[in-house]
Structures are given as structure tokens and as C-alpha cells.
């Protein structure tokens, strides 16, 4: 060690010392190479008879150096927090293994009860993990409660050494009475992927415990997130969901919505930069109106969400009185949108919330089923190269009874013949002979997926017509089928709506399914359906802010909706 070395370590031991038994050589950025070169640092550590935190961050550590500094941890069994982050910058990739299992074992020798182990920014990949594998699944990290993994590269094969950990501390503290109860899970920037993701899901659900989990940057698509989201549904207790910079798409952001819906006492959400889109943003929306009471933060920001997508989720602020910071940059809502939101904003004396709009993409283009390579269609066979390895995402799709669904539509021969029939080749004489089995036209509905019956939907309205007996069958199977469908949760209706509003191409939508002609027959029928008891005030709400906003789309309809629109505000204005 070099003579200016020492003596800047000399130097410095004097303010090591930092009360609360802690010892910190944080920043000092000493090159720690051998035994020799940590003589003082060690005699500092084994003179400090009740050392509960040890802070070496911004130093650089070699093998030798940590195994002095790992035999004089093994009589520290008062220690319980390890800020060991940017510990070995310039070191091989060979060492920093060898490194971490010297300071683990003084950990283990020591009997030492960790509740922090802080080892961000240190690019050790899947061997870095092998190399505190032990430690995690000891007894020493029984009593953990924050891990700190930012920036680690750990991969797929990282992440999965992790979680076995993590789960095999979790059965053997379960054995001595002692659960592990992690609260705070940090693991940005390792390229986890779907795998990764996935098998850290596992984990996650086992625990239960966890308050604050971030994961930005990770390289996860719809199905790692879909198992998260499953995961989080048994963390009661989570306050923020850091899952910036992934790649939701619909249906990552629908399944993630669900998980929220269960979860009171979130107070943080950062999904920026996720491609939420617009039916992502609704579910959201959905998901603020119906629960989240004690919110503060929500971040959607560069998530190619569009005007009247971002007016509805500004729209269910307004009864969350903790809101503090609401981030919609980087969309697609022009100057227009972008003024928009802002009057609603501030309308209910939230424009001081609202984050810049400084980075808005603008409008959307027309066309909405370009292929960007993230269309959830074109995702499908994701999985085999960054997918769950046995992980199905659509056993977390959870229907509205708490079973699971795949989202398929039901086979013909689930339906009546009669029923087959008219499906087929709707027309309004198979639909009046139907009678009372046109309660078999609606399939079973995920939650999630609403697809097959919104179609079935549309069938029914395009068969409106005048003739008296005809309209009254249309549009009393009409309320049936739509009735069904808005009276479960918020997220059902919402997703049910946006559903709608994608396939007559008023909202955009992604992957590539085939819209559906405008009629004036479905304008009539939703008109005649604001009027009904189960059209809530909300939902009229969400469909006049999308319709008001795309009316271009209506044009080839305009007589229609007019009467739709007049029906839509007079509903708006009702008590609700």
C-alpha cells in the first residue's frame, strides 16, 4: 500500500468512528489489495466491540484483503448492516466470487443477524451471486430485511440462484420460528429478463413481507410482469412498485392493474417507460377509482398513452386526497391534449401535482396497428427466449369468481346449437327465436380479455333496426349482455369499455385485431344503455372524454351520435 495511502486511511480513522456502533470508510476510495494493505482497517474492526454497521462502499477490495477483513468479522456477531455497494471497481470478474464468499463466511462464523446487505454497483453477474448464495440462505440473513442489488448484472442465471436462496432461507427460518420477512427488495439494471423475473415471483409470493420492491430496467415483457403482479398480490403491505423501463404492454399492465386492486396501502407507482398504452392507462384509471386510498405518486410517463386515455386517469384523482405527484411525459397527447389535461388537473386543485408535459410526443399517428416490434400479438413467442421456462403467465389472469382463465373463447359446442347458429350468422329472426337461451350468447368473461364477449356485443347491436319488435329484442339483450359486463369491478367495466372503444377504432389499441364497422345501431344501443340504471355516472364519464376526443372516428355516424353525446352529458351531470 502506498505511503500516501496509509496515511490518508490514518487520517481517517478518527472520524470512522460514527456513534450507533457504526464504522464507516465510505468514498474514501482506497485500493485494499492484501492483508498488509487493510492492517489499520482491521485492527479498527476487531477493537470495536459492539460494531453494528460496517460501510466500505467506494473502496476497492481483493481477495486477500477480504479474507483479513472476513477473519476479523467472525467475532462481530453484533453486526446486522453491510453497505458494501461499488466495492470492487477494476477488479477481475474472478475475484469479486472468491471476495464475497471470504466476507460471508466471517458473516456466518460470527453468528451475525443481518438486516441490511447493500451490494449495488458492483458488476459481478450470476458468480457474484454464487458467491453470497451461502450467506442468503443462512441464518445469518433469517432476520433480513433490506437487499440491496442495483446494478449488479446478474442475469437470468443470477436471478435464479437468488430466488432459490432467498426461498431456502425462507423454509429454514420457518423451521426455527423466525420467518424471513424482506422489506426492501432493490435488483434495477441485472437483465433479470422473464426468467429471472419470474422465478424471483416465486420468492416474492412465499415471503409475503415485502413494502418496496424496484426493478427498473430489467429487459421484462408481458409475461414476467404478469408474474409479478401475481406475486404482489400477497404483499399486503407494499408501499412502492418501482418496475420503471420494462415493457408492459396491455396485457403485463392489465394483469399488474389486478394485483393493485387488491393491494391498500400503496403509496408509490413508477411503471414509466413501460408502454402502458392507452387500454393500460384505463385499467389504471380503473384501479385509482376503485381503490389505492392512501396513493401518492404515480408515474405513466413515455408509456404512448393519448389524450382522452390520460383525461380519464387525471379524471379519477380527484378522490385521492394523499396524491402528491402525477407524471404523464413523454406521451402522445399534442398541445391541445397537453392543455387539456392540465384544466382537469386543475380543476380540482391538482394542477400543482402535474409533472412537465415538456417531453409530450405529440399526437398520435392515425394509424394505430403499426408494428413496433412490442405488439402483444408479436409477443407471443417471446417466451422461448426470454420467457418463464415453465412460468405460464395466464395462470395469474384471474376472472372476476378468483379462478384462473387462459382468456380463449369457448368452444362452439359449449354453446347451444341455437346459440352456435346465431353466432355464426347473427341475424334478427335467430336472435328473437332464441327467447330465453339468449342468456347462453355471452361466454365466460376474463377479466382481463373481455374480447370474445364484446364481440358478441357488437353482433347483437348491429342488428338494430325500427321495426318494433326487432329494436325491443336488440335492445333488451343489448342491457343483458352489457349489464353483466359493467357490474363487476371497475377494472371489468373499464377494460370492457376500452375494449369496445379499440375495436370500432375510436380508441387506440394495440396487436393486430380486425376492427369492427361502425354502425349507428351500436350508437343507439349505448344511447338507450346511458339511460339504464346499471350504466354508472363513472362510466358514462369515460365514454364521453374518449368519444368527445376522437369524433373524427364517428364521422360516418354523426347522426348518432349526437343523440349519444346529449344522453352522455345529461348522465355526466347526474348525482352520482
Not at 37 to 46: F, G, P
Not at 148 to 154: A, D, P, Q, S, T
Not at 295 to 318: D, R, Y
Not at 568 to 575: G, S
Request: net charge negative; hydrophobic share 40%.
Amino acid at each position: 500500500m502506498a505511503a500516501d495511502d496509509i496515511a490518508q486511511l490514518v487520517n481517517t480513522l478518527s472520524k470512522t468512528h460514527l456513534g450507533d456502533g457504526e464504522l464507516s470508510y465510505k468514498g474514501l476510495g482506497l485500493k485494499l489489495d492484501n492483508a498488509e494493505s487493510v492492517e489499520e482497517l482491521v485492527q479498527e474492526i476487531e477493537q470495536y466491540q459492539d460494531l453494528k454497521v460496517l460501510r466500505l462502499e467506494g473502496n476497492t477490495l481483493g481477495v486477500d484483503a477480504a479474507r483479513a477483513i472476513a477473519k476479523a468479522l467472525e467475532s462481530k456477531d453484533q453486526l446486522q448492516r453491510c453497505y458494501w455497494s461499488d466495492l470492487f471497481t477494476g477488479r477481475l470478474r474472478s475475484e469479486i466470487p472468491v471476495a464475497l464468499k471470504s466476507l460471508s463466511s466471517g458473516l456466518m462464523i460470527a453468528g451475525a443477524r443481518l438486516t441490511v446487505l447493500d451490494l449495488s454497483d458492483n458488476a459481478f453477474g450470476p458468480d457474484g451471486v454464487k458467491g453470497i448464495d451461502q450467506l442468503l440462505r443462512s441464518a445469518a440473513c433469517h432476520t433480513l430485511r433490506e437487499l440491496r442489488l442495483n446494478n449488479c448484472g446478474m442475469g437470468i442465471g443470477g436471478g435464479k440462484i437468488l430466488a432459490e436462496a432467498l426461498l431456502e432461507c425462507h423454509r429454514q427460518s420457518l423451521v426455527v420460528g423466525t420467518p424471513l420477512r424482506l422489506r426492501v427488495f432493490v435488483a434495477g439494471r441485472n437483465r433479470l429478463e422473464n426468467e429471472g423475473a419470474s422465478a424471483l415471483a416465486k420468492a416474492f409470493q412465499t415471503m409475503g413481507s415485502l413494502e418496496e420492491v424496484h426493478m427498473p430496467q430489467n429487459g421484462i415483457n408481458h409475461a414476467g410482469v404478469t408474474a409479478l403482479a401475481a406475486a404482489m398480490r400477497h404483499n399486503a403491505d407494499l408501499r412502492v412498485l418501482n418496475l420503471n423501463d420494462n415493457t408492459f404492454t396491455k396485457r403485463g399492465t392489465l394483469a399488474m392493474a389486478q394485483a393493485l386492486g387488491q393491494l391498500r396501502n400503496i403509496q408509490v407507482i413508477n411503471f414509466g417507460d413501460c408502454l402502458v398504452r392507452c387500454e393500460g392507462a384505463i385499467a389504471l384509471a380503473a384501479v385509482l377509482r376503485e381503490g389505492l386510498p392512501v396513493l401518492k405518486e404515480l408515474n405513466v410517463s413515455f408509456g404512448e398513452i393519448t389524450e382522452a386515455a390520460a383525461l380519464v386517469v387525471a379524471q379519477t384523482l380527484m378522490d385521492k386526497p394523499h396524491m402528491e405527484k402525477v407524471d404523464l411525459n413523454g406521451n402522445c397527447l399534442g398541445e391541445e391534449g397537453c392543455e387539456a389535461l392540465r384544466e382537469v388537473m386543475e380543476s380540482q386543485d391538482k394542477g400543482d401535482m402535474l409533472a412537465s408535459l415538456s417531453d409530450d410526443e405529440g399526437e398520435a399517428d392515425d394509424e394505430d396497428d403499426e408494428d413496433d416490434g412490442h405488439d402483444d400479438e408479436d409477443d407471443e413467442d417471446d417466451d422461448a427466449s426470454n420467457g418463464c421456462n415453465g412460468c405460464n403467465e395466464e395462470d395469474y389472469f384471474v376472472k372476476e369468481n378468483g379462478t384462473t382463465a387462459n382468456g380463449e373463447s369457448p368452444s362452439k359446442s359449449q354453446f347451444p346449437e341455437e346459440v352456435s347458429s346465431f353466432l355464426d350468422c347473427p341475424s334478427a329472426e335467430k336472435l328473437l327465436e332464441l327467447g330465453e337461451m339468449r342468456r347462453h350468447l355471452l361466454p365466460e368473461v376474463n377479466i382481463l380479455d373481455p374480447h370474445k364477449a364484446v364481440e358478441v356485443l357488437l353482433k347483437v347491436a348491429s342488428l338494430y333496426s325500427e321495426e318494433p319488435v326487432a329494436k325491443a329484442t336488440v335492445l333488451e339483450t343489448f342491457d343483458m349482455l352489457l349489464r353483466k359486463l359493467l357490474s363487476g369491478s371497475a377494472l371489468q367495466a373499464y377494460t370492457t369499455l376500452s375494449t369496445l372503444l379499440v375495436l370500432i377504432g375510436v380508441l387506440k389499441g394495440e396487436g393486430k385485431k380486425k376492427k369492427e364497422p361502425l354502425t349507428p345501431g351500436l350508437l343507439l344501443c349505448l344511447e338507450h344503455a346511458v339511460q339504464q340504471d346499471y350504466f354508472a355516472q363513472h362510466h358514462a364519464s369515460l365514454l364521453h372524454t374518449i368519444l368527445s376526443n376522437n369524433r373524427k372516428a364517428l364521422k360516418s355516424c354523426c347522426g348518432s351520435m349526437d343523440g349519444l353525446s346529449s344522453a352522455l352529458e345529461k348522465r355526466c351531470l347526474d348525482e352520482p
